[in-house]
């Protein structure tokens, strides 16, 4: 699929203006000049044109805020004055896997004064003595030279920092409210444990109170018994008397 018409599916209805990172790897490109690309991209941050067949950068329109750009695997040599022109904010450039052989290729990228991380693996120019120190030489912007420093420390993977820093701000509120929560829990527990003690509480005085209750009814009842027993003992004394009459 030719660069053009690779570029018109990825836009996939939204207008140039909208797009923000784009991605043609492996399309072809028919002359080695850039295609489809023009100047309506205006914020385009991320661009990635790998093993697309390019051989020059002077098609390449004007991307006043493209930060990182991917070319790696393809047929630059030089003319990357360009880049410099058009892309005035990059901060990463990738320029790995192509026919860059000697320094002075490289210093058309000292008017990027944003630059920090430019790798050039596998293009002739590594092979050269002293490469890394006299690239640091040439452009002392650049903090980072095919992965690493001046002090052979390797740069941090920009996508993991970036997960990192959304980590640490998402875990923040979410440890803020969990310690709320538990206090909250602790509270609840507390005034629950509260409640059920008095429960307990009340429970056995209405117990007492019941138990009072029924002793009450018992003492009532009590007295009219004997009551019926001096009844039973008119009635006897009653018969005892009709007996004696009849004996008479």
Do not use: H, W
């Amino acid at each position: 699929m030719d660069m053009k018409k690779r570029i018109t599916l990825e836009l996939r209805n939204r207008s140039p203006a909208e797009i923000v990172e784009l991605v043609v790897d492996n399309s072809r490109s028919a002359d080695g000049e850039v295609e489809g690309l023009t100047d309506e991209f205006t914020e385009l941050e991320f661009l990635s044109v790998v093993n697309v067949g390019l051989s020059s950068l002077a098609k390449l329109p004007s991307l006043p805020k493209l930060r990182k750009l991917e070319l790696s695997d393809n047929n630059l040599s030089g003319s990357l004055d360009t880049l410099a022109q058009k892309c005035p904010n990059l901060t990463y450039l990738n320029l790995s896997g192509n026919k860059i052989k000697e320094l002075s290729t490289l210093e058309a990228l000292q008017n990027l004064k944003s630059l920090q991380s430019l790798d050039l693996f596998n293009c002739e120019i590594t092979s050269l003595e002293d490469y890394r120190e006299s690239v640091f030489e040439l452009l002392p912007q650049v903090t980072y030279l095919d992965g690493f420093d001046q002090e052979d420390n390797e740069a941090p993977d920009s996508e993991a920092d970036d997960e990192d820093e959304d980590g640490e701000d998402r875990a923040g509120p979410t440890g803020d409210y969990g310690e709320e929560d538990d206090e909250e829990e602790d509270e609840d527990g507390s005034e629950g444990r509260e409640v059920g003690l008095s429960f307990q509480v009340n429970q056995a005085n209405q117990e007492d109170y019941e138990d009072e209750d029924d002793y009450a009814e018992e003492e009532e009842e009590q007295p009219g018994a004997p009551g019926q027993k001096r009844k039973r003992d008119v009635d006897d004394e009653g018969e005892d008397d009709d007996d004696d009459d009849e004996d008479n």
